[in-house]
């Protein structure tokens, strides 16, 4: 099986191994813990079914995830009867498995569990071997401030013009669609296919709208991985050298001066019109006159002694 992963720079939420890999959980109670998991820290409280609604989890698959749930100790409820008289139930769903007297610790506001300490094997290692300790005064206050600042950029590393074209019109995406936000440095990485478009004479605004046009529905999962694709599979084909220049379009005769409106004297009410040359009626009084004149010679030809007018 071959495996292909991007991690995201936003918009994620962090699973434990034990989660995703549970073995009792289904895939209904593993989307279902993640989910509730994800939710801002503001978020409303909900009951644990409308969040499943909004999953698409209804009826049986969600009383089953809900069982497993509270079977593998990651979901703890509580009934009580409220002051009124009413019942009310309270959930609790954490992404460890807790104890039932771990998880009224919790509801309480105190800490369930202690965080489990780092086993020396995932730590990170020490960088370089033990110095020595120099003996003396504690560094001056100016040595420190110096020390702490940060490196000024060297002065001959200002981008072509082209580059930072390119990377402002990659910053500017986020404008158009929120999906598409990239930083700094993800900009400058896209920068050099970008402006390989603006050197084959594509305007900014044209590539701004070709990376921008027909988004997936779904949204993007990643925007430095979707831009790089489209900058690469959509690159217009360089100019030849040498091309001919389209020839000049010839100049389009000057248009005809509008003349006033005249007053038609056709039958109905009063109207006027806007003639072309030297009309007097109006062309649907003009129209109406040839077809009452068409129908008449039809008339006239299938009575007693008239002659059929010719169809050609």
Known sequence: MLRHAIAPVRRYTKASHDVVRHSR???DAKILLLYVQGLPEGADPRPLSEHA???????RAYQKAKQLLAECGYLHEWREQGARGRWVTEQLLA???LTR???????????AVAAPPVPPSERPPTVGGPGERPVGDSPQKEELEEKNLPHPPPEDDTPP?????AEGVLLSL??????????????RLLAGAAA???????????LR???????PTDGIRSAVGFLRHRLVQKLPAARAVGAVAPAPQPEQPATRPRRDLVTCPGPGTEHVFRPRSDETHCLRCRTATAYEATLQQWVQGFSPGGTRPSSA
Not at 53 to 59: E, Q, T, V
Not at 209 to 215: F, K, N, P, S, Y
């Open 25 to 27: 959980l289904n895939s």
């Open 53 to 59: 609604g909004r999953l698409g989890m209804k009826g």
């Open 95 to 97: 992404n460890v498995t």
């Open 101 to 111: 007297e771990e998880a009224s610790r919790a509801r309480e506001g105190e800490p």
């Open 161 to 165: 013009p082209d580059l930072a074209e």
């Open 174 to 187: 986020r404008y158009v669609n929120r999906d598409l936000l990239l930083g700094v440095r993800e900009a």
């Open 196 to 206: 390989e478009w603006l050197r084959r004479g594509v305007s900014a605004a044209d």
């Open 209 to 215: 709208r070709a990376l921008t046009t027909g988004l």
